[in-house]
């Protein structure tokens, strides 16, 4: 899925929650009023907390059963149009089930009504979200800007479907070593070796890759050009005779694309982490919020200096971002450089137990972790997740080898699998291969077993220094 094309479904599926529940309560009304159907006492209650609460775990499991949230199907009205139709109708035929089993004396004629007016409205929804993304693009603020490398049949193909298919997206033209018109029209902003330039000069969040078969052989370089920056890269093939990096094949509008590099959570998956990090983090912090007032009088009174420490980290896909913490160093601790010590077999460690900088309150809040809790800011953000790799830093990030990048596929968070197999204590290369094993076997479950066991390695102040 696009970059920012995730946070749509998002607020899509928050507004058609909205709208659906909006829905419910007008037919109810509509049933008292209208005069169809036999008159109802005024004192009887139609609707009831446990129906509003059906309505609101059934229509976002069946949506997404369906794939009404998938943008990279075919977004146009009459696509549109047809997949909402059966959406909503799916959705309300299974209600009119569990209503059989439940609430037998609903009348029909507002389970009819309910289900017009939530077509209504959701047709709405997608229609205000449909000019408001045209009008962003118009206003040269698009949600993604799009990169065709080649320029032949298969690129034409690719800017074709994305201009026609996909909203709020501009593709800002194409590169190509040989061509000197670009499909479409789109100019060619310059050859292969500019790709990475161009992406950094014109602010390119997706790259395509549709290059003729004879020219598959410069993939893999190019990929690996663009892994330190973060742009999604994605292949249309000319034929399926690739031996690449690490990748997924999915249809976008019909065109298909090969996925060199791009999230590993993403689709509902990333939905429901998002919806529980955000509903965790607003009760931590309506929780916590006298600990954290608490925790930067006692800095500012140890030492003096800022009680928040603000510090350059990679995110997800090599995004860069201000990590928030309380601080537990000096002030002028980053003047000073951290301590660099290395391990037994020679490898470079860049946190030591020993670190002179580190304060008499700092040496508390990293023993007990409370130093991270600002960090529930960046999750908020959507900077972090609660669960996810450890937020490296950039001069770090800069040594990796091609196959440590693979961390970078998800957002980075608070807690971790590698905080909860050792912390501090491992060397930064098992760090990587904790990280890489918590992407590959991603899931719900796992983020709460994670959180869980963060809780007895904060009590028992494991490998926190």
């Not at 003729?212 to 005779?241: G, I, T």
């Not at 999750?379 to 450890?390: A, D, N, Q, Y």
């Not at 961390?407 to 290369?429: C, D, E, F, K």
Request: aromatic fraction near 10%.
């Amino acid at each position: 899925m696009f970059g920012k094309l995730r946070r749509v479904v998002l607020a899509l599926a928050v507004c058609d929650a909205i709208a659906t529940q909006a829905a419910l309560v007008t037919a109810d009304f509509a049933r008292r009023t209208l005069p169809f159907g036999q008159p109802l006492a005024p004192s009887v209650p139609l609707l009831n907390p446990p129906l509003h609460l059906i309505v609101f775990l059934l229509w976002p499991a069946i949506f997404v059963a369906l794939s009404v949230y998938d943008v990279r199907r075919d977004t146009r009205p009459v696509g549109e149009a047809r997949t909402l139709v059966m959406a909503v109708g799916t959705a309300g035929l299974v209600f009119a089930g569990a209503l059989y089993f439940s609430f037998r004396d609903l009348p029909r004629l507002l389970v009819v009504y309910f289900v017009l007016f939530d077509l209504a409205l959701l047709a709405w929804v997608r229609l205000t979200v449909g000019l408001g993304l045209e009008l962003l693009r118009g206003r040269g603020q698009p949600l993604s800007r799009v990169l065709i490398v080649g320029a032949g049949e298969a690129a034409t193909m690719a800017a074709e479907v994305l201009s026609s298919h996909l909203r709020g997206i501009e593709v800002v033209g194409c590169a190509d070593s040989r061509a000197k018109v670009g499909p479409k029209g789109l100019p060619v902003l310059g050859t292969l070796a500019d790709v990475p330039r161009l992406v950094l000069e014109r602010g390119i969040d997706d790259v395509i890759i549709a290059l003729p078969s004879e020219a598959y052989l410069q993939v893999e370089a190019l990929a690996y050009a663009l892994q330190p920056l973060p742009v999604r890269v994605r292949l249309v093939p000319d034929f399926l005779k690739l031996v690449v990096v690490q990748s997924s094949v999915e249809s976008l509008g019909g065109l298909p694309l090969i996925g060199l590099r791009e999230p590993r959570i993403d689709g509902p998956a990333w939905i429901v982490k998002r919806l529980f990090d955000v509903t965790l983090t607003i009760v931590g912090l309506i929780f916590l919020w006298p600990v954290l007032a608490l925790i930067a009088i006692a800095i500012r009174l140890d030492t003096p200096g800022l009680a928040i420490f603000t510090q350059t980290r990679v995110g997800e896909n090599g995004r860069i971002f201000k990590m928030y913490k309380f601080r537990t160093m000096v002030a002028d601790a980053e003047r000073l450089g951290p301590p660099v010590g290395f391990d037994d077999r020679g490898r470079r460690v860049y946190k030591t137990p020993d670190d002179t900088r580190v304060t008499r309150m700092g040496r508390f809040l990293r023993r007990t972790s409370l130093d991270e809790l600002p960090q529930l800011f960046n999750v908020l953000k959507g900077e972090m997740s609660l669960v996810g790799p450890r937020p490296e830093m950039q001069f770090i990030v800069e040594g990796y080898e091609p196959w440590q990048r693979g961390r970078l596929a998800v957002p980075p968070g608070i807690t971790g699998w590698w905080q909860v197999s050792g912390r501090s204590n491992l060397p930064m290369h098992l760090n990587t291969q904790y990280d890489l094993y918590y992407i590959r076997n991603y899931s719900l479950w796992l983020d709460l077993m994670i959180l869980w066991k963060t809780v007895g390695v904060v009590i028992r102040g494991q490998g926190a220094y």
